[in-house]
């Protein structure tokens, strides 16, 4: 049974540019959340998709979007990068009120 | 913005050593779960203690909780090598929405053989 798997899982980008990264959530899990981790620091929740829907959003701005499919799996995107978005950004997938299980993340550099 | 401080930031035992690290919080919690983090690789889910519980064991693992203080501790006993990671307490808070978890600043720990 495979986990939580994200791609790609490193990727370096320009200031200004766009960026996808994606999430396949473990299997039988419905909500997908994304944070972001800042070298030597804890995560941070960029925010939750359930049911192809934006739940919860922490304090990121617009440049951060996603979405999710039908099959779960999710999407996120961020417009406009900045030198300060360089990150180690990590996906969650959980079902219901049960703990989440996390990627290995998607390593991001901006030069 | 970080919910919760771990402490000590760092750590450094030798194997068979116990290891204990804090978590302090500042909002009322549903709960508080404890992750590990290898080196680059993603968080593990380690334990889960409701609001209403004082204490849990999973293994080698203890945790308990003081709501009244805000704070939690995690007691890694017969530490060994591949327990050197980084360790994180993420709380769950009261009215925050639906597992919207806030992670602490992490522990790491070292563990030398």
């Known amino acids: 049974d495979a986990g939580v798997t994200q791609s790609p899982t490193h990727l370096i980008k320009t200031r200004g540019q766009q960026v996808t990264l994606r999430c396949s959530p473990k299997?039988?899990?419905?909500?997908v959340s994304w944070y972001q981790q800042a070298l030597g620091q804890g995560p941070q929740f960029i925010f939750q998709y359930y049911e192809e829907e934006e739940r919860q959003r922490g304090n990121f701005p617009d440049r951060f979007s996603g979405h999710q499919f039908p099959n779960y799996s999710s999407e996120l995107n961020v417009n406009a990068l900045l030198l300060g978005d360089s990150a180690l950004y990590l996906c969650?997938?959980?079902?219901?009120?049960?703990?989440?299980?996390f990627g290995d993340g998607t390593r991001l550099s901006i030069l | 913005s970080q919910q919760g401080e771990e402490d000590p930031q760092a750590l450094s035992i030798q194997e068979g050593e116990n290891a204990t690290m804090n978590c302090s919080y500042k909002t009322s919690i549903n709960n508080l779960q404890w992750y590990r983090q290898n080196s680059g690789r993603g968080l593990v889910h380690l334990i889960l203690?409701?609001?209403?519980?004082r204490e849990k064991h999973s293994g080698r693992l203890r945790v308990t909780l003081d709501t009244s203080k805000k704070s939690s501790s995690l007691l890694i006993t017969a530490s060994r090598a591949a327990d050197t990671a980084s360790y994180f307490c993420?709380?769950?808070?009261?009215?925050?929405?639906?597992?919207?978890?806030?992670f602490g600043t992490g522990t790491k720990l070292q563990v030398i053989p």
């Open positions: 203690i409701r609001s209403n519980e």
């Open positions: 299997s039988g899990h419905d909500t």
């Open positions: 969650a997938s959980s079902y219901r009120n049960q703990p989440q299980h």
């Open positions: 993420a709380t769950d808070p009261v009215g925050g929405g639906y597992q919207k978890v806030t």
